[in-house]
């Protein structure tokens, strides 16, 4: 677990936006304690901050915010890429890029560098929430993982005169900016109360939405206060469930097999890992088989 805040705002020079951004960062240090890094575009108008929990690479090549390698993009990474490594290889046999550590991040950033934010996003396993920055078209992007396993927040807010866009991982870090809107959403708790969960896009507040799982919200900092941002799927299980569903598997014992193939690649894939790991073992059949599983492929 990493954690992500940022602000944009429409007015330059006037206030330490860096102040800001440092003080909604310290309110998510619990998820990532072990180091912390700030961006700040004084043209774009634009800081974000990462707090790091290393699980890859525990070097400084790992620490974020991050660059691609030409430096168009700027990514505030929280998750896990499990695929990386062969993501990696496909990157090795197309581009020459000089590597500067060996973290999933620097995968996925220069992944996006190359063949584009959702080709990268297809191609990829995992769980993720992350900010990118494209300093070459000025757009901000906040992308969210298929089944929303890690959270995305977002909304703007009055700022002196103006408006700022602020977003992170945790709405106690956007409690943090100054002048915050703490109105309540009547229909948030509505559904709260009604289905035991806030649905789709609500939070709490009226000034902050939540980005809906496999979705991408993209923002013309430009424009960023004047026009509506670009909310849209990205990926759709519906897809997945047509595509799956032209199998043929002929018997019972094929398909145990075919599960038992599927399962070994995903805890193969998502047990790499620089620091221990470890497996909740509840004593259900589900994790039960997750950490029979595990042993094999761990000494």
């Known amino acids: 677990m ?16 860096l102040d800001i951004v440092e003080k909604m960062a310290k309110k998510i240090v619990h998820r990532g304690p072990d180091s912390s890094g700030i961006y700040f575009d004084k043209d774009l108008s634009y800081c974000c901050a990462h707090q790091r929990l290393s699980i890859l690479d525990l070097s400084k090549a790992g620490n974020q915010p991050m660059e691609s390698y030409n430096k168009r993009y700027v990514i505030a990474f929280n998750g896990e890429i499990y695929n990386f490594q062969k993501i990696k290889y496909k990157l090795n046999l197309e581009t020459n890029i000089n ?16 063949w584009g934010l959702e080709k990268t996003l297809k191609l990829s396993k995992g769980m993720f929430a992350f900010a990118l920055l494209d300093k070459k078209t000025k757009r901000l992007s906040l992308i969210r993982d298929r089944f929303g396993e ?24 956007l409690r943090q900016f100054p002048s915050f809107n ?8 509505d559904t709260l109360i009604r289905f035991s969960c806030v649905a789709s896009d609500l939070t709490i507040y009226k000034s ?17 206060f004047k026009t509506t941002p670009n909310v849209y799927r990205w990926w759709n299980y519906k897809d997945t469930i047509q595509k799956n569903d032209k199998l043929q598997i002929k018997s019972e014992k094929e398909a145990i ?7 070994k690649n995903a805890i193969k894939e998502c047990s790499i890992s620089d620091v221990p790991i470890g497996c909740f073992l509840s004593g259900g059949i589900d994790s039960s088989l997750i950490a029979a599983l595990l042993s094999q492929e761990s000494s």
């Open 2 to 17: 990493c954690g992500v805040v940022g602000v944009v705002t429409g007015i330059k020079n006037k206030y330490n936006i």
């Open 99 to 114: 590597w500067k550590g060996t973290s999933d991040t620097e995968v996925l950033v220069n992944a996006i560098e190359y």
């Open 182 to 189: 703490k109105e309540v959403n009547l229909n948030a708790i």
């Open 257 to 263: 097999s075919n599960l038992e193939i599927v399962l």
């Open 208 to 224: 902050i939405k939540k980005l809906k799982p496999g979705h991408i919200v993209d923002f013309n900092l430009e424009k960023c």
């Open 150 to 173: 890690k959270p995305m927040y977002y909304g703007f807010n009055r700022f002196g005169n103006s408006k700022a866009l602020i977003f992170g991982s945790d709405i106690s870090a």
